[in-house]
Structures are given as C-alpha cells and as structure tokens.
C-alpha cells in the first residue's frame, strides 16, 4: 500500500474549503483534462455522508468507472472517501483542514493498492503514485482557486 499525502494552503474559511473539496461540480471542472464526470448516485452539489459518486473518466487512455462513498464525515475538519468498485485493490482519500487564522490547510492523504500483485507494487512505484500526487496537488490548486475567490 501507498500513501500520499499533499498539503495545499488556501486563504479562506475552512468551512467554504470543506465545501469546495466536496462540491461535485468542482471536481468534474477540475479534472475535465480526464472528462471526468459523475454518472450515477450523487451526481452534482455538495457530497454528504454515505453518499456515493460513480465517476467515468479516461486515465491513462482507458475510460474507466470509479464508485466512491463517503465514509467519515466531520465537518467542517475531515471527509473521508473509499473505493466502492473501480480498478484499484484499495483507495481511501482523507481530507483534512485545519484554520490557522486566515489561511486554511488541506491536506490530503491518499492510500491505495493496485491490484495485480507484484506488477500493480511495480506499477505503483513506476506510474501510478506520480499521476495521483499531480492529479491531487491539480485539484489542491482548483479547489484554492474556486474558495479564494471573493462571496
């Protein structure tokens, strides 16, 4: 298993940066390089507990489908999501934010597995922890963007 973890500091509310990290719609603007978009369960707003996402993308050349659920939620402090179906073994994405006067930290940490034994460790090592810290510290950046912006 592997853990990443990205810290991205945002001068905003830690509430307002809880919400744009679950705000649905941000994250298909996002990652649109990917065409991400939400297919089934919740599929726009604001994501709560026990909620479920189905995300089709195209990573790596491959479309791909990705159920997530909300499985810890503290707001506005912590979320939790985990793989329900897709291609890893094991992925859960933890939220953290911390209000240090005007500036929010979220940190993300991320722990998967690649499934297919010694060449998903092979993949992992290669490939597959790369592209998730760019693809997390990218959505770190969106997220800053959209809760920095003036309400």
Known sequence: MVTIRVVTPIRAPMQRCFDAARDLDLHT???????????????????????EVTWRGRHFGITQH????????????????????????????????????????MTDVLAFSAPLGILG???????????????????????REAAEQPQ
């Open 29 to 51: 603007r996002s990652l649109a390089h990917t065409n991400e978009v939400a297919v089934a369960g919740r599929t726009s707003g604001l994501i709560e507990m026990g909620e």
């Open 121 to 143: 460790r092979i993949a992992e090592k290669l490939v597959l922890t790369r592209y998730l810290e760019r693809l997390l510290a990218s959505r770190g950046a969106a997220i």
């Open 66 to 105: 990705f159920t997530s659920k909300i499985t810890a939620f503290d707001p506005p402090r912590h979320f939790q999501d985990a793989m329900q179906r897709g291609a890893f073994k094991s992925f859960v994405h933890d939220h953290f934010f911390e209000s240090t006067g005007e500036v929010t930290i």
